[in-house]
């Protein structure tokens, strides 16, 4: 799995940043699907610069309705009509959001011709589809605004069928039970308990893709023990009250939410324009002192899970 930041900035795009877009690449079992949260304005210029193929995504989560999270969506949405892809495309977002997108193609005589799907969600499961579960979660904003924990299911461990046949266990339809580690009794009266039989499994990965958001009681539990946490950090330390009097976060506050939930990484983004590179340093600075497994996004920047 990768995250590739496609915007970081707030509000409005600056010379060094676009405003909000995230990809997150599945691993193989999806063939490489992907996945976005937001799609600010100019994210389809974004997506033609980094090496991601718009026929491979297949979600777009948005976390809210501000401008910088979806004024991307009609021109990323009809491009890709345009460009051949057919395969389908599900948005999930706030109330809103169908409306939005529906308003902007139709009185722009636009249309798309693959499948679009667009799901308005509450807080609470968004789905499960056997590989990964993805949640909502309230955040604390101006508007209506959710954040994502995505948790990918654990992988079982292999059959080792060759032990199996070694001690006589024909390959039967009691195999998928004992890939399921259930205990099988066989028709001359043994028990074979599949666990026995399971190579060590695989920790499904997770991670918490936060909205726009003043510190927020449910971020521990949205991203206790994360593997990765996204968090925006919108303003330093020193101007909390401007940010959080405007649903925003500082970079300490991101930081001590990453602590509190126990995550293992903070990616910060959603930086203001105030900010050019030049200040990350610093700004990184304050974030590590609480949370020393802290890094900066920027535009483009690849972090594999
Ligand atoms: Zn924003
Ligand atoms: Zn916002």
């Not at 940043?17 to 079992?29: E, G, M």
């Not at 009809?78 to 529906?102: A, D, H, I, N, W």
């Not at 499960?128 to 959710?146: F, K, L, N, Q, S």
Request: proline residues 4%.
């Amino acid at each position: 799995m990768e995250l590739i930041f496609l915007g970081t900035g707030a509000g409005t795009p600056s010379r060094e940043r676009n405003v909000s877009a995230i990809a997150l690449t599945l691993d193989n079992c999806r063939s490489g699907a992907i996945w976005m949260f937001d799609c600010g304005e100019a994210t389809q210029h974004q997506f033609m610069r980094s090496p991601l193929k718009p026929g491979k995504l297949d979600k777009i989560f948005i976390t809210h309705l501000h401008g910088d999270h979806i004024f991307g969506l009609p021109g990323l949405l009809t491009s890709r009509s345009m460009g051949g892809v057919m395969t389908p495309l599900t948005l999930y977002g706030p109330k809103g959001l169908k409306s939005f997108v529906e308003t902007s193609l139709s009185l722009s005589a636009s249309y798309v011709t693959f499948p679009l799907e667009i799901i308005e969600i509450e807080a609470g499961e968004v789905f499960d589809d056997g590989h990964y579960i993805v949640t909502a979660w309230p955040m604390a904003h101006v508007i209506e605004c959710y954040g994502y924990r995505i948790q990918e299911h654990d992988k079982p461990g292999v059959l080792d069928a060759e032990r199996l046949k070694a001690e006589g266990i024909a390959a039967g339809p009691w195999f998928q039970q004992l890939k399921r580690g259930e205990t099988v009794i066989m028709d001359d009266g043994r028990e074979v308990c599949g666990k026995d039989y399971l190579g060590t499994y695989t920790k499904g990965k997770s991670l918490a893709i936060f909205g726009d958001t003043a510190p927020t009681a449910v971020a521990s539990e949205m991203a206790r023990q994360v593997d990765v946490m996204v968090h925006e950090a919108t303003l330093e330390a020193a101007m909390q009250e401007k940010a959080n009097g405007r649903g925003h976060s500082t970079t300490h506050q991101a930081a001590t939410a990453a602590k509190q939930a126990g995550a293992k990484r903070l990616i910060a983004t959603h930086f203001s324009s105030r900010y050019g590179y030049a200040d990350m340093e610093r700004l990184l600075a304050e974030c590590r002192d609480i949370f020393p497994a802290t890094e900066f996004a920027r535009d483009f920047a690849v972090f594999t899970l």
